[in-house]
Protein backbone atom coordinates (compact mmCIF):
# COMPACT_ATOMS: atom_id res chain seq x y z
CA UNK A 1 0.00 0.00 0.00
CA UNK A 2 1.38 3.41 -1.12
CA UNK A 3 0.35 6.35 0.99
CA UNK A 4 0.97 10.03 -0.84
CA UNK A 5 0.37 13.20 1.12
CA UNK A 6 0.40 16.91 -0.90
CA UNK A 7 0.89 20.01 0.62
CA UNK A 8 1.63 23.49 -0.20
CA UNK A 9 -1.51 24.52 -1.66
CA UNK A 10 -2.93 28.03 -0.67
CA UNK A 11 -4.72 31.34 -1.90
CA UNK A 12 -2.77 33.12 -4.39
CA UNK A 13 -3.24 36.45 -6.42
CA UNK A 14 -3.78 35.78 -10.00
CA UNK A 15 0.24 35.78 -11.94
CA UNK A 16 1.48 34.56 -8.43
CA UNK A 17 3.24 31.18 -7.85
CA UNK A 18 2.67 28.12 -5.67
CA UNK A 19 5.39 25.01 -5.28
CA UNK A 20 3.08 21.46 -4.27
CA UNK A 21 4.73 18.81 -2.92
CA UNK A 22 4.51 15.09 -2.64
CA UNK A 23 5.38 13.18 -0.10
CA UNK A 24 5.12 9.37 -1.11
CA UNK A 25 5.54 6.17 1.34
CA UNK A 26 6.41 3.66 -0.40
CA UNK A 27 10.24 2.30 -1.05
CA UNK A 28 9.20 1.98 -4.75
CA UNK A 29 9.38 5.67 -5.41
CA UNK A 30 12.49 6.09 -7.64
CA UNK A 31 10.74 3.38 -10.11
CA UNK A 32 7.17 5.10 -10.06
CA UNK A 33 5.64 7.39 -12.63
CA UNK A 34 4.35 10.09 -10.46
CA UNK A 35 1.46 12.42 -11.39
CA UNK A 36 -0.51 15.26 -10.73
CA UNK A 37 -4.42 16.11 -11.35
CA UNK A 38 -6.57 18.51 -10.79
CA UNK A 39 -10.60 18.79 -9.78
CA UNK A 40 -12.00 22.30 -9.78
CA UNK A 41 -16.30 22.63 -8.68
CA UNK A 42 -18.59 20.80 -11.10
CA UNK A 43 -15.79 19.73 -13.45
CA UNK A 44 -14.23 16.05 -13.65
CA UNK A 45 -10.54 15.64 -12.59
CA UNK A 46 -8.70 16.55 -15.77
CA UNK A 47 -4.76 15.38 -15.75
CA UNK A 48 -1.83 18.46 -15.20
CA UNK A 49 1.74 16.60 -15.58
CA UNK A 50 3.28 13.48 -15.44
CA UNK A 51 6.95 12.76 -14.59
CA UNK A 52 8.33 8.43 -15.33
CA UNK A 53 10.25 6.60 -13.40
CA UNK A 54 12.86 7.72 -16.28
CA UNK A 55 12.32 11.29 -16.06
CA UNK A 56 9.81 11.49 -19.02
CA UNK A 57 8.16 14.65 -18.61
CA UNK A 58 4.43 15.33 -20.14
CA UNK A 59 2.21 18.28 -19.81
CA UNK A 60 -1.45 19.56 -20.63
CA UNK A 61 -1.89 21.70 -22.62
CA UNK A 62 -3.17 24.58 -20.47
CA UNK A 63 -0.74 24.69 -17.99
CA UNK A 64 2.33 23.77 -20.55
CA UNK A 65 5.52 26.71 -19.81
CA UNK A 66 3.76 27.95 -16.78
CA UNK A 67 3.98 24.78 -14.29
CA UNK A 68 6.92 22.74 -13.78
CA UNK A 69 7.17 19.41 -12.68
CA UNK A 70 10.25 17.47 -11.18
CA UNK A 71 11.24 14.91 -8.29
CA UNK A 72 13.24 13.94 -5.70
CA UNK A 73 14.31 10.04 -5.51
CA UNK A 74 16.40 10.58 -2.07
CA UNK A 75 13.13 12.29 -0.75
CA UNK A 76 10.71 10.19 -2.22
CA UNK A 77 8.89 13.31 -3.47
CA UNK A 78 7.28 14.77 -6.41
CA UNK A 79 7.16 18.79 -6.82
CA UNK A 80 4.67 20.97 -8.72
CA UNK A 81 5.97 24.39 -9.24
CA UNK A 82 3.41 26.70 -10.59
CA UNK A 83 3.98 29.98 -11.95
CA UNK A 84 1.62 32.67 -14.07
CA UNK A 85 -1.26 31.49 -12.04
CA UNK A 86 -4.31 32.12 -13.54
CA UNK A 87 -8.07 32.12 -11.81
CA UNK A 88 -9.10 29.18 -13.91
CA UNK A 89 -6.45 27.20 -12.19
CA UNK A 90 -8.43 27.00 -9.34
CA UNK A 91 -8.88 23.61 -7.78
CA UNK A 92 -7.88 20.99 -6.07
CA UNK A 93 -5.18 19.42 -7.12
CA UNK A 94 -3.90 15.70 -6.37
CA UNK A 95 -0.48 13.86 -6.41
CA UNK A 96 -0.88 10.12 -7.91
CA UNK A 97 1.29 7.55 -8.41
CA UNK A 98 1.12 4.73 -11.20
CA UNK A 99 4.26 2.20 -10.67
CA UNK A 100 5.76 1.18 -13.86
CA UNK A 101 2.65 1.15 -15.77
CA UNK A 102 4.27 1.47 -19.29
CA UNK A 103 3.41 4.95 -21.03
CA UNK A 104 1.71 4.29 -24.41
CA UNK A 105 -0.45 6.98 -25.91
CA UNK A 106 -2.08 9.02 -23.36
CA UNK A 107 -3.61 6.22 -21.55
CA UNK A 108 -1.96 8.30 -18.46
CA UNK A 109 -4.43 11.25 -18.97
CA UNK A 110 -7.05 9.05 -17.63
CA UNK A 111 -7.55 8.87 -13.85
CA UNK A 112 -8.15 4.80 -14.14
CA UNK A 113 -4.50 4.65 -14.79
CA UNK A 114 -3.66 5.63 -12.04
CA UNK A 115 -3.26 2.90 -8.87
CA UNK A 116 -2.82 5.47 -5.64
CA UNK A 117 -3.87 8.79 -4.84
CA UNK A 118 -3.36 11.56 -2.31
CA UNK A 119 -6.27 13.38 0.02
CA UNK A 120 -5.63 16.85 -2.97
CA UNK A 121 -4.95 20.01 -1.32
CA UNK A 122 -6.64 23.03 -2.50
CA UNK A 123 -5.24 25.80 -4.33
CA UNK A 124 -7.11 29.29 -5.39
CA UNK A 125 -6.10 31.44 -7.21
CA UNK A 126 -7.75 34.97 -6.98
CA UNK A 127 -8.38 37.69 -9.85
Known amino acids: QVQLVESGGGLVQAGGSLKLSCAHS????????MGWFRQAPGKEREFVTL???????FYADSVKGRFTISRDNAKGTVYLQMNSLKPEDTAVYYC?????????????????????WGQGTQVTVSS
Open 26 to 33: GRTFSSAN
Open 96 to 116: ATAGRNPITGTYYQQPRWWSY
Open 51 to 57: ISWSGNI
